[in-house]
């Protein structure tokens, strides 16, 4: 059974940085391509950034491009996210899943972790 548990958010100032932890365990972590998502209040979720299983390659989406890192450790079984130059609008539960390639915004697994609060004030 995956699981996938994200962590690290909370409430930074405008401008501020935040590192996002998801650690995953069930499947063959080295062998999947990962990415973060975000879900906003009232909002579908958005996929912001991927990584390949190699970290050979990144994606991000237009909204966060520059600002955010993606990354990842295989011998931890760990996908990272750094958060720079956070605005208002970066606000919502921020999720992780395996997805089928770097820049493919479908997620490879039914179920989600809890998510991580990241709240932005301006």
């Known amino acids: 059974q995956v699981q996938l548990v994200e962590s690290g958010g909370g409430l930074v100032q405008a401008g501020g940085s935040l590192r996002l932890s998801c650690a995953a365990s069930?499947?063959?972590?080295?062998?999947?391509?990962m990415g973060w998502f975000r879900q906003a209040p009232g909002k579908e979720r958005e996929f912001v950034a991927g990584i390949s299983w190699s970290s050979m390659r990144t994606y991000y989406s237009d909204s966060v491009k520059g600002r955010f890192t993606i990354s990842r450790s295989n011998a931890k079984n760990t996908v990272y996210l750094q958060m720079s130059s956070l605005q208002f609008e970066d606000t919502a539960v921020y999720y992780c899943?395996?997805?089928?390639?770097?820049?493919?915004?479908?997620?490879?697994?039914?179920?989600w972790g809890q998510g991580t609060q990241v709240t932005v004030s301006s």
């Open positions: 899943n395996a997805v089928t390639t770097a820049t493919s915004k479908n997620p490879s697994f039914d179920s």
């Open positions: 069930g499947l063959t972590f080295s062998s999947y391509a």
